[in-house]
Structures are given as C-alpha cells and as structure tokens.
C-alpha cells in the first residue's frame, strides 16, 4: 500500500511539473515565431493547465476504469468550487468581476445540467452513457466558451499578458519532450496506483476518482488561486477554478467521450447535485452584504461543505 500511495505521489509530481514544462517550451517556441499573447493564453497555457486531468482520463478511458474518469471530471470541480474558493476567500476576501458573475459562473451552472441530461439520457430511453454524440455536443459547446474567452482576451490584452522564459531552441525542444513524457509517465501511474489503492481499500473506483485523484489532478488550480489571492489578484482567484470547472466539463469530458464512450453510474447524480447547489450559493453570495465580492465567511461556507461532502463520499460508500 505504501508504495502505491509514493508512486501515486510521483505520478502526481510528474503529471504538474510536466505540465509545467510543456507550457514552458511551447509558449517559448511560440513566442520565438512571433505568434501573439492571445493565441499563447488561448490555447497552449489553457490547455496545458486541463492536462493533468486529460491525460488522467484518457488512460482510464483507455483501460476501461469509468469511476475514474467521471470521479476525476465531477470531484476536480467539486474540489476546485469548495476547497480552493474556500480557502482563497479565507486568505482574502475575492472581490469578482461582473463578467464572471453575471456569464461565467452561470454557464458553469448550465454545463452541469447539460452533462447531467446527456449522460442520464433524459431525452431518450437508452442506456446512461457520456457517447461520442454527446462528446461533439459538449465540444461544440466548449469552442463556443473558448470564443467568449477570445472576446474577454481581447478587451482586455495588457491584463492576460503572458510571461515566458526565453529559451535556446535546444532547450524549447527538451522543455515540450521531457513535459510531454512526464504527462505520460505521470498519467500512467496516478491511474495504476488508485485503482490498486482503491482494490487494497476495498473502496470504489469512484469514491478514489472523486478524492484522492481528482484533489491531486487539481493541485495546479489550488496553487494559483492561493497565489492569486495572497497578491490581491481576486479576479485572477475566482476566474481561475470557474473557467477551470467549465473547461473539464466541456473540453475534457468531450474529448474523453470521442475517445471511447464512457459508461455512466448514476451514483454520480449526487454528486452534480452538490455541484450545482455550490455553483448557485456562489452565485447569490455576490448580492448578499457586499455586492460581488466572495467574504470570508461565505467562503468558510464552502470550506465546511466541502468537508461535509467528503464524509458523505466515505459514508456512502461504506453503506
């Protein structure tokens, strides 16, 4: 069991840093052609971000653990909304730009009820599957977000200006080669070793997809909003896990669904619901005392729901 719980830890190093090395060398091979700011954040910086969880479950999509695709998607959103916001808003209070407020975090709200009528099959009589149909309907959707974020990008160039490294052309190379092998390494063995973990526990996929790996799979997001909010940038804290959370609905599950479609267990309805229920508290605590701003005990809120929730997923699964 140790050393599952060591290489899981290392897969979770490799699966970051990895990420990070990527981003390095592809926003300096980027910059290098002369290739702008916008294009940069738009696609290598946002993608490069959402790999750890894409890479997560396309080997589970690949090896066939359905608990883990979902319980990495439903439990990174959960962990990002409740933990992250709960402990940013607790460092400092988040003050939230309109935009975020009044399109952002609603639409977050509306890929959650999308993601749960595509995979219950509301409006058919077959059986609950995320199918390829529904990964080109979510990824239609996710260019149409990526087209709101173009337009966000656009209005406001000097404030989502990236920094990259200047690298050699030799380093750039080695930065995107050994950032690319780490992903892999590092999706290979969270996968491995939580379905082993989850096997030694006698728990569920499920239960370690929504933990454990979905925790770890969001360790990126908990580090800038934490940053974020040390510095005073409250907008740069709360647009971080909202655009993060409509991202992994709309781009990760879609791409993981063309892969292959995924199985759905109903268990994780409950699991939405508490999505939801965090999205629309987010939501009305911007018009309760001061307006548009996140306050600390809103966000101890969320940090006690969020712990809430964790007891219920160990309750649950030892009903």
Not at 231 to 250: P, Q
């Amino acid at each position: 069991m140790w050393l599952e719980i060591l290489l899981l830890v290392l897969g979770f190093i490799l699966l970051i840093k990895g990420a990070d090395w990527m981003v390095d060398g592809a926003s300096a091979l980027a910059k290098k052609y002369h290739i702008s700011d916008l294009a940069i954040g738009l696609t290598i910086v946002a993608f490069g971000t959402s790999a750890p969880e894409l890479v997560v479950n396309a080997f589970a999509n690949f090896n066939g653990h359905q608990g883990i695709i979902f319980g990495n998607i439903i439990g990174s959103n959960n962990f990002n909304l409740f933990a992250i916001l709960g402990i940013a808003g607790l460092i400092s209070p988040l003050i939230v730009q309109s935009s975020t407020v009044w399109k952002e975090i609603p639409l977050s709200l509306l890929a959650v009820i999308i993601l749960y009528f595509l995979t219950n099959e509301i409006l058919s009589d077959g059986p609950e599957v995320l199918s390829r149909l529904d990964g080109v309907i979510l990824l239609i959707l996710f260019l149409g977000f990526l087209y709101y974020v173009f337009r966000q990008f656009k209005s406001d160039p000097v404030h989502h200006k990236i920094e990259t490294k200047p690298l050699s052309t030799p380093k750039i190379w080695l930065f995107i080669i050994i950032g690319l092998a780490g992903l892999v390494a590092g999706g290979n063995l969270v996968v491995t070793n939580a379905v082993s973990m989850a096997t030694a526990m006698g728990v569920s996929e499920t239960v370690i997809g929504l933990t454990i790996v979905a925790a770890g799979t969001s360790l990126p997001e908990l580090a800038t909003s934490v940053v974020a909010a040390l510095k005073k940038n409250n907008d740069i804290a709360v647009g971080n896990v909202i655009g993060s959370n409509i991202f992994n609905l709309f781009f990760i599950l879609g791409i993981t669904s063309m892969i292959r479609p995924v199985p759905y267990e109903i268990v994780f309805n409950d699991d939405l619901f508490i999505l939801s229920i965090g999205t629309i508290f987010l939501f009305l605590a911007m018009f309760v005392g001061k307006k548009h701003v996140l306050q600390r005990w809103q966000a101890a809120v969320l940090l006690f729901t969020f712990i809430g929730y964790t007891i219920y997923l160990v309750s649950r699964e030892l009903q």
